[in-house]
Every structure is written in structure tokens, then in C-alpha cells.
């Protein structure tokens, strides 16, 4: 499958590139946009950590902002050679936590990339475009939960009215940093974890749903249920359409969630679909979608690859 056959020039005009620069990996999206749909051409990831230290210290790593620059750049790079002009570069709550920021804003600027640090409320918007732009969500009510490395967006929409819009400042990588598992996870390492996430929770979720209506599905964005979806289905790679028809049941989630929570760090890394270097990570995303099914009574968790990248493009093009 060529990438460059099916990107005549006609068509180049209604391609763009989006890298999304998350807390913990930076992504990209090639697209063509046409009547509201998004053809992906090319997907790419790679994970460079760059929230690490910054909720601790406020300050983003000189080493992580080059590395992510420099990741950007090589996927600037591959989005050009198929013909986009339009590479946009989009940042969230790492960087919009971090007092040097513009450090990471000039880094862009050297490799040739505008990169717009946005804030938590227009992130969860694009968000809700995105996921809307798929058939089976296009209207209705919807909950759409996308938890990243600093922050988790949550939003619950009926046909007219936007019910909750809400960026917490909840994240895998900035829970990891302060309830670090051992190798060999132990239970009270969780039941600490369960604690943090729970008084959480209680604190800054709950008062807002507490007489919202809830549909029995949470739409899930970001690298957490995706990786869950593909531990479930025990396979590396899994096309878009298969991935956003799985349900996973509470019960799955927590199956799946009780699986992690029991192999050292080197049986994690092994397993089908996970990345290596996702294996720490996976345990608090595992965590907090389970946390956030029970306390709000969803019945099952809805994959989706569709969030601020699609969100971005349609917004584009």
C-alpha cells in the first residue's frame, strides 16, 4: 500500500499534518478532510516523555524538549515528503503546565514547526469534534473521557447542549510520578494508587455529574484504551475500525486492570500490543479508567482513536 498513489496533487489541498505534543509521546496524523470525514493516510507515535519532572518541578527537561522537538521534525519530515504543506503542531498540559513552555514554542521554531500550546477547555473541545466525527456518535448523548500523561478531559453532550466540559488535572505520567509501582507491583502500591485516584475523583468529578444523565458507554481517547483493547485482543496491531467496534465491559476493564497489576515490569513488556515502554504507564491508565467506570456507572469502555488530531483537522480543513 503506496501512501503517495493515493495522495494525487488534486487532492494535496485537502490534506493537512497535525503532530500532537502530549505529556507523554508526541503523535502524528495525515489526513485528507472532505465533507466532514477524516481519511487517515499516515499515523505515527512515539513516546518522549516530555512531562517528566514538570509536575514536580514546574519546569520542562532541556533534554525532553529537544528530543520532542527532534521527534516532531523527523514527522514534519515524513508528512512533507507525501506532499502536505500544512504540518500544524499542537501542545497540551505538559507544556501548559511548565513555566518555560515558550522554551519548547523557540525548539519548534527551530525545526520549522508552529507549535500552539492550548489550553485544557479548547482541548476538550476538539476532542468532542473529533469523536463526533464518527458515525455511531455523531448525535445523541455521548460521554468522551481522554486521559493523557497530566491531564484527562471529560465531556457528556446530548444532541443541543454540551452538559459537561471539564479539563482535570489527572494524568498518568504526573500519577506515576508520585505513586511509582515497584517492579513486582505490590497490592498496598495499588490500593494507595486507588486512594489518590478516589479522594480525587470525589473532589472534582463528582459534584459535576452528580445530576448530569449518563449514557451506559464511555467513549475513550488516548493511548489507554487503545493499548487495553489490543492487550484484550492480544495483537500488536489492530485496524482502526476493528478497534473502535470493541466493548469492553467494566468487568473486562477490571479483569484487565487486575492482570497488569500482578506481572513484574518485564512480563508487562512482553506482552502482545503493549509497547515496552508504555509498561509503567499502562498501570495508572489501567487504574483510572477502572476508577472512572465504577464511580460513574458506565456499563462498558468504547475505544476510540478519534480525539484532538481529528478535533485539529476538521477545525483545518
Known amino acids: 500500500r503506496n501512501v503517495m498513489e493515493s495522495l494525487g496533487k488534486h487532492q494535496t489541498e485537502n490534506c493537512a499534518a497535525i503532530i500532537d505534543v ?47 522537538a527532534f521527534v516532531a521534525a523527523s514527522f514534519a519530515k515524513r508528512a512533507r515528503d507525501l506532499g502536505v504543506s500544512r504540518v500544524m503542531a499542537l501542545a ?54 481522554d486521559v493523557g500523561g497530566g491531564s484527562t478531559e471529560l465531556l457528556v453532550t ?13 494524568g498518568t505520567v504526573r500519577l506515576l510520578e508520585e505513586h511509582a509501582p515497584s517492579d513486582r507491583p505490590t497490592g498496598g502500591e495499588r490500593a494507595r494508587l486507588i486512594e489518590a485516584i478516589d479522594e480525587f475523583l470525589n473532589e472534582q468529578l463528582v459534584p459535576i455529574i452528580s445530576d448530569v444523565e449518563l449514557p451506559p458507554q464511555l467513549v475513550a481517547a488516548g493511548g489507554t484504551p487503545v493499548f487495553l483493547g489490543r492487550i484484550f485482543l492480544e495483537r500488536d496491531k489492530v485496524p482502526a475500525g476493528e478497534m473502535e467496534s470493541l466493548h469492553l465491559p467494566l468487568a473486562e476493564v477490571q479483569s484487565l486492570a487486575d492482570r497488569l497489576w500482578m506481572m513484574p515490569l518485564a512480563q508487562r513488556q512482553k506482552l502482545p500490543g503493549l509497547p515496552a515502554n508504555r509498561a509503567d504507564v499502562i498501570l495508572i491508565g489501567a487504574q483510572i479508567y477502572e476508577a472512572i467506570l465504577l ?23
Open 92 to 145: 497540551t498540559s505538559a507544556a501548559r503546565d511548565a513555566r518555560n513552555g515558550q522554551e519548547l514554542v523557540e525548539q519548534f521554531g527551530q525545526v520549522g514547526i508552529p507549535l500552539e500550546i492550548i489550553d485544557g477547555h479548547r482541548e476538550s473541545e476538539l476532542v468532542l469534534k473529533g469523536v463526533r466525527s464518527h458515525a455511531e456518535y455523531a448525535d445523541g448523548l455521548l460521554a468522551v473521557l
Open 295 to 317: 464511580r460513574c456507572g458506565f456499563a462498558e469502555l468504547r475505544p476510540t482513536l478519534r480525539g484532538v488530531r481529528y478535533g485539529a483537522l476538521l477545525e483545518e480543513l
Open 158 to 170: 446530548d444532541d443541543n447542549v454540551l452538559r459537561v466540559q471539564k479539563s482535570f488535572q489527572l
Open 22 to 68: 502530549g505529556s507523554n509521546s508526541v503523535k502524528l496524523l495525515v489526513a485528507e478532510v472532505a465533507d466532514g470525514a477524516v481519511r487517515p493516510l499516515l499515523q505515527a507515535g512515539e513516546q518522549t516523555r516530555l512531562g517528566r519532572g514538570v509536575f514536580e518541578t514546574g519546569r520542562l527537561e532541556q533534554e525532553a524538549i529537544e528530543q520532542t
